[in-house]
Structures are given as structure tokens and as C-alpha cells.
């Protein structure tokens, strides 16, 4: 079955420490992976996704496929990185449907 | 240059009661989603549209649950004799998207349901 996974629902980071933000999915095909931000009292929008293989907001992701996973990674957290993040996978349907992961409430201390 | 819009932003229903949310997609946008976003889950998939197409509605939990998008812009969920786990934010998203093209969606603001 089609999953995403994330196993931190809630991380915290000192502001300049490194961040990673696991996301691990379950898929028979070929996966094309994204990550979505909410920050507070905005609406979900795309952060990036895997096939631009772009660095956006310093955050960068690498689709790992021999370990399922798809990481958010930023060297330098800053305090404007506070925010949730949904990994999300689409699945390769008639329609670019979407399922997403739960979610990780990422809090960077200043 | 409008984004996706919702509403009402807000609403409070007494459990039975029915209720109807409104989407106004991005102008142009082909697709249309609905998802259900629990307390502390992440979107959960409801319904899909193609124009005025709905090619998917798997992701809807129950026959109370109805959506509609009759010319292919605005799209209307409803849900009647609302139960307590109806409690949720129900998101809208738009695309460009057709068949199988990856974009990106675009969401709404969300509407936070209660029923009380």
C-alpha cells in the first residue's frame, strides 16, 4: 500500500544548528516526492520537490530509493524556518494525486 | 492575482445539521482537490475534479459526503447530518494539471468545521 511516513510529529533546533526532517514513503512505482510548508496562519504551499533537484529557502531533499526516504535537510536553521512540513508522494494514477504524511512541527529556538 | 479561496472560513454545526463549503479555484485551473485535515494529521485525500468531472471520489467517508463543481470553476463540498467526527479543516486545492502532468497545487485557506 501507498504510504508517507514521518516519525517526528514535533522538532526542535537551536537557530545556526543543522536540521533534518525524516520522510519515509511506501510506494510499488517510481516515486516522485515533494515537500509542502505551512507556516503559522498561511496556507500548505510546495517547498520543493525531488525532480528540480533544487534548493529552495537553503533546504535541500535527496530521494534515497534502496531506503524509502526523502529527507529535508537545511545546514543553518533559522528562526523563519518554524513551521509545519508534510512530505508528500504522488502517485502515479490518471491524475497527479497526492497522499501526504502527517506532518512535523519544526520549532527553531533562537 | 487571487489565490485559491474559501468559505466560510469558519463554521459551527450542531451535530445532524448540513452544511456546504465553497471553492474558488485559481481562474483556469483544470484540477480541483478536496481533503479532510484532522487535528494533528496531515490532508487526507477526498475528491478529485477534472473541469467538471469527478474522476475521484475514493477518499470521501461516507454517502453524507457530496461534492460538486457543475461548470468547472467553483466547487461546492457538503455534508449532511454532520456527526462529531466531521470536526476537521476541509482544504482546497487547484492545478493546471490534465492527465498524469505533474504541477503543483495550489491551496486554499481552509474551512475549520466544529459540530458541536
Not at chain 1, 85 to 103: H, N, Q, R, W
Not at chain 2, 63 to 89: H, N, W, Y
Request: net charge positive.
Amino acid at each position: 500500500a501507498q504510504r508517507v511516513t514521518q516519525p517526528e510529529k514535533l522538532l526542535s533546533v537551536f537557530k545556526g544548528a543543522p536540521v533534518e526532517l525524516k520522510c519515509n514513503y511506501s510506494y510499488s512505482g517510481s516515486p516522485e516526492l515533494f515537500w509542502y510548508v505551512q507556516y503559522s496562519r498561511q496556507r500548505l504551499q510546495l517547498l520543493l520537490r525531488h525532480i528540480s533537484r533544487e534548493s529552495i529557502k537553503g533546504f535541500t531533499a535527496d530521494l534515497n530509493k534502496g531506503e524509502t526516504s526523502f529527507h529535508l535537510k537545511k545546514p543553518f536553521a533559522q528562526e523563519e524556518d518554524s513551521a509545519m512540513y508534510y512530505c508528500a508522494l504522488l502517485l502515479k494514477t490518471s491524475y497527479d494525486k497526492v497522499i501526504f504524511g502527517p506532518g512535523t512541527s519544526l520549532s527553531v529556538i533562537p | 492575482g487571487a489565490g485559491v479561496s474559501q468559505s466560510p472560513r469558519y463554521k459551527v454545526a450542531k451535530r445532524g445539521q448540513d452544511v456546504a463549503l465553497r471553492c474558488d479555484p485559481i481562474s483556469g485551473h483544470v484540477s480541483l482537490f478536496w481533503y479532510q485535515q484532522a487535528l494533528g494529521q496531515g490532508p487526507e485525500f477526498l475528491t478529485y475534479f477534472q473541469n467538471e468531472a469527478q474522476l475521484d471520489k475514493s477518499g470521501l467517508p461516507s454517502d453524507r459526503f457530496f461534492a460538486e463543481r457543475p461548470e468547472g470553476s467553483v466547487s461546492t463540498l457538503k455534508i449532511q447530518r454532520t456527526q462529531q467526527e466531521d470536526s476537521a479543516v476541509y482544504l482546497c486545492a487547484s492545478s493546471l494539471a490534465g492527465l498524469a502532468i505533474t504541477y503543483e497545487q495550489y491551496f486554499g485557506p481552509g474551512t475549520r468545521l466544529t459540530v458541536t
